[in-house]
């Protein structure tokens, strides 16, 4: 009697004297007195997120499947949204794959925006303003820097220097 064995099935060599029978008949391992019988031609494939296979007969099957993402060493179920930080929103997508976007902040319209704690975008703490010189001056209004100058910030464009006209100076001589 020949014995057929299908490459993708197991053969157990069974050595009498060695393992008993009630060793290797489990109801999982279909067998005969020559050992395993794999009536399956062709294994299935293995899902791809399976984290756990076990092997309880020719083919191995898959006991667990991944079912969330890891991210910085934490994990998150599927479709969990969270912010690892003030400018980044992620999701943990049916893949098993963290996608993030990262805030676009707008420019500041001020020479001197700061960082709020837990805050992505910078702010104007002061409002819009500008440079005339050294000093930061507030947006829409006109602002005597010295004896001799006054100056306003130009509308909308905060990033050019403040525009200043000289007025007569109080008993100084203008430069």
């Known amino acids: 009697m020949a014995l057929h064995i299908h490459e993708a099935c197991i053969l157990l060599l069974v050595i009498p004297g060695l393992v008993t029978s009630a060793a290797i008949s489990h109801e999982d391992y279909p067998a005969d007195e020559n050992g395993p019988v794999c009536d399956q031609p062709e294994c299935p494939k293995i899902h791809p997120k399976c984290t756990k296979v076990e092997h309880n007969g020719c083919c191995p099957e898959c006991k667990e499947v991944k079912n969330f993402c890891e991210y910085h060493g934490k994990n998150y179920k ?70 001799c100058n006054i100056c306003h910030c130009h509308n909308g464009d905060w990033w050019k220097p403040a525009q200043c006209s000289k007025r007569e100076c109080q008993g100084k001589q203008t430069v």
């Open 78 to 147: 599927i479709l969990e949204e969270f912010k690892p930080s003030p400018c980044e929103w992620c999701r943990c997508e049916p893949s098993n794959e963290v996608h993030c976007v990262v805030a676009d902040c707008a420019v500041p319209e001020c020479v001197n925006p700061v960082y709020e704690p837990e805050q992505c975008c910078p702010v104007c703490k002061n409002g819009p303003n500008c440079f005339a010189g050294t000093t930061i001056i507030p947006a829409g209004i006109e602002v005597k820097v010295d004896e």
